[in-house]
């Protein structure tokens, strides 16, 4: 059994079934399932349907609570507070979003933090939302305690993650979606099985020394922040202005997705969004984006690099192709996800 | 005549009467100063009275206006958008700064931008602003430009740089204050003198590739952008924010500060707040900030390591010990400020 395609269409059916099977609205199951399906459309499979096990698994112990609504604690002109009840962080962001959005719509701004949600997938999903309203949207997102402090070697921030979309004119929307930790897990495994050495500024060893073993890593170690001190810096100030600000847990106080399946893990989310004709007419500021964009792109090249990318022209391409040629799935995904259809009575696409 | 240390008060009388005697009126010289002695207090001496030369000079050719006022172009509930007139940085992001903070007053968050304006110090003073209202502070600038985006080998884009402050309850508020740049060029010129090798990841050759050699990256070379690809991404971020958004000066039509003396640099700011009582009592963040801030400092430290510090710490402790002992000058500063004063006939206070 060999990597297949899968049309975006099937996969995301398949994906709602499941959910709704375990209980989950048709609407909430759509928005959830839509999140994974954007990320393997955009090749970030890392956030994909790789995920529906865990959030199945999550469904069912009670992590992700299937009933939960999101409720709106507080409100401002320009700001609200909304708790997720700990239901699924889709579900959650994706109501922050359209508040924020509704909020930019008459004040020109708009900030909305969630408290008590769960997971959210790739955070791009919520700031394009943004784009077709005029806006630049952001969503920001804490995670479970896996980096240091700088300087330190124990877990106490998460590999926090922001992302921020612009709208530009002819060309794609600059789309800006990125962790604070240096890399990925999955690179530095993929290190040890190749027995190659890592950069020293990927991981930190057990006893907090950075490492360009992967070994070293892998044993105990943890990931460091992106670019050092700074990496660091951002990442607390996610924290601040999603877990803190929220009102949820931060910190130590955020559990991970793959532990302890049954306890909702105190996660907590922040959606902006800012209306561009309260700035300037949107044509303007379109053409002006393709403007940057262009002066990216003609940048002379460094010897061996054909070109230069502005952030998610990659994952553009990749989701018209795959729109095009539908989600590669290697054999042990489908497999998994097979095996998930087969114990919820949903027969897999393929 | 070797380092001597010079009190606040008599470091910023020098200037404001430096500036004064130019045509500055005493507000805005006031503020000027009061941005290039709170760089000092804090430690950042590169943003300093190191720069009051350049200012003065810029200010004689006309690169900085002396009579600009700060107009406000366009306004809402909650942004707004300023022409600084090609004025003095320093006083056109004091006006934006106090402006979203009124609007944050009202409607929770405040944005305000600001086109056609000029080097306006460090970036902290401004966020710091917000503090003394309950309010979370950020203020980010565009700048000439230095760095090429990720796999180019031209300067595209600034050293943009970005400073959040959030208060604190009996711990010193967090103040992030960082320019996307892996490194200030000082270091690598210092790596020059003493024929030091350099990491890979603080600059290009002339030819683009990534050198450990500083004089070949001081040859017409580039500093790279911190944490590769996310450190591009987040400059042009800050471009878009600030220079597209404000219909300003953006990538290549920004002007360094040292260079075309006459001619305004075109720089861009936003300055932004966002009301903390909008989301919980004041006292109860505070609390939580704390709490985070402890979060970081009780992490074991890696071996060598004395202390986790967070953002602002250093800069904290740097200003109470400055504040009690004075702001250190070396001789050949001490020799440039005495000029300055000399041709304005202001005594220099040492």
Same mark, same amino acid.
């Given at each position: 059994?060999?990597?297949? %395609?899968?049309?975006?269409?099937? #996969?995301?059916?398949?994906?709602?079934?499941?959910?709704?099977?375990? +209980?989950?609205?048709?609407?909430?199951?759509?928005?959830?399932?839509?999140?994974?399906?954007?990320?393997? #459309?955009?090749?970030?499979?890392?956030?994909?349907?790789?995920?529906?096990?865990?959030?199945?698994?999550?469904?069912?112990?009670?992590?992700? %609570?299937? &009933?939960?609504?999101?409720?709106?604690?507080?409100?401002?002109?320009?700001?609200?507070?909304?708790?997720?009840?700990?239901?699924? +962080?889709?579900?959650?962001?994706?109501?922050?979003?359209? $508040?924020?959005?509704?909020?930019?719509? %008459?004040?020109?701004?708009?900030? =909305?933090?969630?408290?008590?949600?769960? /997971?959210?997938?790739?955070?791009?999903?919520?700031?394009? &939302?943004?784009?077709? /309203?005029?806006?630049?949207?952001?969503?920001?997102?804490?995670?479970?305690?896996?980096?240091?402090?700088?300087?330190?070697?124990?877990?106490?921030?998460?590999?926090?993650?922001?992302? =921020?979309?612009?709208?530009?004119?002819?060309?794609?929307?600059?789309?800006?979606?990125?962790?604070?930790?240096?890399?990925?897990?999955? %690179?530095?495994? #993929?290190?040890?099985?190749?027995?190659?050495?890592?950069?020293?500024?990927?991981?930190? !060893?057990?006893?907090?020394?950075?490492? !360009?073993?992967?070994?070293?890593?892998?044993? /105990?170690?943890?990931? &460091?922040?992106?670019?050092?001190?700074?990496?660091?810096? $951002?990442?607390?100030?996610?924290?601040?202005?999603?877990?803190?600000?929220?009102?949820?847990?931060?910190?130590? /106080?955020?559990?991970? $997705?793959?532990?302890?399946?049954?306890?909702?893990?105190? =996660?907590?989310?922040?959606?902006?969004?800012?209306?561009?004709?309260?700035?300037?007419?949107?044509?303007?500021?379109?053409?002006?984006?393709?403007?940057?964009?262009?002066?990216?792109?003609?940048?002379? *090249?460094?010897?061996?690099?054909?070109?230069?990318?502005?952030?998610?022209?990659?994952?553009?391409? *990749?989701?018209?192709?795959?729109?095009?040629?539908?989600?590669? #799935?290697?054999?042990?995904?489908?497999?998994?996800?097979?095996?998930?259809?087969?114990?919820?009575? =949903?027969?897999?696409?393929?």
């Amino acid at each position: 059994m060999s990597e297949i %395609k899968v049309p975006a269409e099937q #996969l995301s059916a398949f994906c709602i079934a499941c959910f709704v099977k375990l +209980g989950l609205s048709p609407e909430d199951a759509r928005g959830t399932a839509g999140n994974l399906i954007f990320a393997n #459309l955009r090749g970030v499979d890392s956030h994909g349907v790789i995920r529906l096990k865990v959030y199945l698994d999550r469904l069912r112990a009670g992590g992700f %609570k299937l &009933q939960a609504r999101p409720q709106i604690v507080s409100e401002q002109e320009s700001c609200a507070l909304i708790d997720a009840q700990d239901g699924v +962080g889709q579900v959650a962001a994706t109501v922050a979003m359209k $508040l924020a959005i509704a909020k930019a719509g %008459k004040s020109g701004v708009g900030v =909305v933090s969630v408290r008590n949600s769960n /997971h959210f997938g790739a955070s791009a999903y919520y700031a394009m &939302q943004a784009l077709e /309203h005029g806006m630049i949207g952001l969503a920001a997102t804490n995670a479970g305690p896996t980096m240091a402090p700088t300087g330190g070697r124990e877990g106490r921030l998460g590999n926090n993650a922001l992302a =921020v979309a612009v709208p530009a004119g002819n060309r794609a929307p600059i789309v800006l979606d990125m962790a604070t930790g240096a890399v990925a897990w999955g %690179k530095i495994f #993929l290190a040890q099985q190749e027995k190659r050495r890592i950069p020293t500024t990927w991981a930190l !060893d057990r006893s907090g020394l950075p490492t !360009d073993d992967p070994d070293a890593a892998a044993d /105990h170690g943890l990931i &460091q922040p992106f670019g050092g001190y700074k990496g660091y810096g $951002l990442s607390l100030l996610i924290d601040l202005l999603t877990g803190v600000l929220s009102g949820g847990g931060f910190s130590t /106080h955020v559990r991970t $997705l793959y532990q302890e399946l049954e306890t909702p893990s105190q =996660v907590a989310q922040t959606c902006a969004a800012l209306r561009i004709d309260a700035f300037m007419p949107l044509e303007e500021f379109c053409r002006r984006v393709d403007a940057i964009i262009d002066e990216m792109r003609s940048c002379p *090249t460094a010897p061996g690099v054909e070109r230069v990318f502005v952030p998610g022209e990659i994952e553009e391409e *990749t989701e018209r192709r795959r729109r095009a040629e539908g989600i590669p #799935l290697r054999a042990a995904l489908q497999e998994e996800l097979r095996s998930l259809g087969a114990q919820l009575g =949903v027969a897999a696409p393929f």
